[in-house]
T-cell receptor, first 113, second 113 residues
Framework: GNSVTQMEGPVTLSEEAFLTINCTYT??????LFWYVQYPGEGLQLLLK?????DKGSNKGFEATYRKETTSFHLEKGSVQVSDSAVYFC????????????FGTGTRLTIIP | NAGVMQNPRHLVRRRGQEARLRCSPM?????VYWYRQLPEEGLKFMVY????????ESGMPKERFSAEFPKEGPSILRIQQVVRGDSAAYFC???????????FGSGTRLTVV
């Protein structure tokens, strides 16, 4: 079955540091890949997505590239801000007409000034 | 245009009681999904519904849990005879059509005492 493994947290960085949160997946076929962000007390928000190999999703300075050869979708940002503090979830959806999302366990990110 | 509305935000129930969680999808969205997030875990798919139909309930526990999405009114996730292991955050998401992106609600945090 489908599964997502993401970097254990929590992760604490200083403002303006470079961020990488690792995500690898196991799936049959050609899944779509997503990063969601959850701010304290709120629901999940879609941060970015990629639907096929070598696609790069980007939003708000965050980027992730769909790497089929390494089954990875690592999240990166060149210079983090305090406002980026949140929990980040990697997820995939099968492309067999199945709308279920399979999530990783989440990575809590804290940025200190 | 209000987002996905879930209520209550927090719900406390004693063991053996019933819990009812409500989800009003975004205007124009006829597809609803329920996910459960256990402490320190990622979100797990429970059920996918369209108006008056259950499309996929493969993630629902076989007993005590049920879901509906009537023609009028919100979607309801019902848990009968709650146990401590049901304590979790329950998230609802909606989409305008099959395979489109989700919008998540802020969740209902159920605590069973």
């Amino acid at each position: 079955g489908n599964s997502v493994t993401q970097m254990e947290g929590p992760v604490t960085l200083s403002e303006e540091a470079f961020l990488t949160i690792n995500c690898t997946y196991t799936a049959t076929g050609y899944p779509s890949l997503f990063w969601y962000v959850q701010y304290p007390g709120e629901g999940l928000q879609l941060l970015l997505k990629a639907t096929k190999a070598d696609d790069k999703g980007s939003n708000k300075g965050f980027e992730a590239t769909y790497r089929k050869e390494t089954t990875s979708f690592h999240l990166e940002k060149g210079s983090v801000q305090v406002s980026d503090s949140a929990v980040y979830f990697c997820a995939l959806a099968s492309n067999f007409g199945n709308e279920k999302l399979t999530f990783g366990t989440g990575t809590r990110l804290t940025i200190i000034p | 245009n209000a987002g996905v509305m879930q209520n209550p935000r927090h719900l406390v129930r004693r063991r053996g009681q019933e819990a009812r969680l409500r989800c009003s999808p975004m205007k124009g969205h006829s597809h609803v999904y329920w996910y459960r997030q256990l402490p320190e875990e990622g979100l797990k798919f429970m059920v996918y519904l369209q108006k008056e139909n259950i499309i996929d309930e493969s993630g629902m526990p076989k007993e005590r849990f049920s879901a509906e999405f009537p023609k009028e009114g919100p979607s309801i996730l019902r848990i009968q005879q709650v146990v401590r292991g049901d304590s979790a955050a329950y998230f609802c998401a909606s989409s305008p059509s099959r395979g489109d992106g989700y919008t998540f609600g802020s969740g209902t945090r159920l605590t069973v005492v």
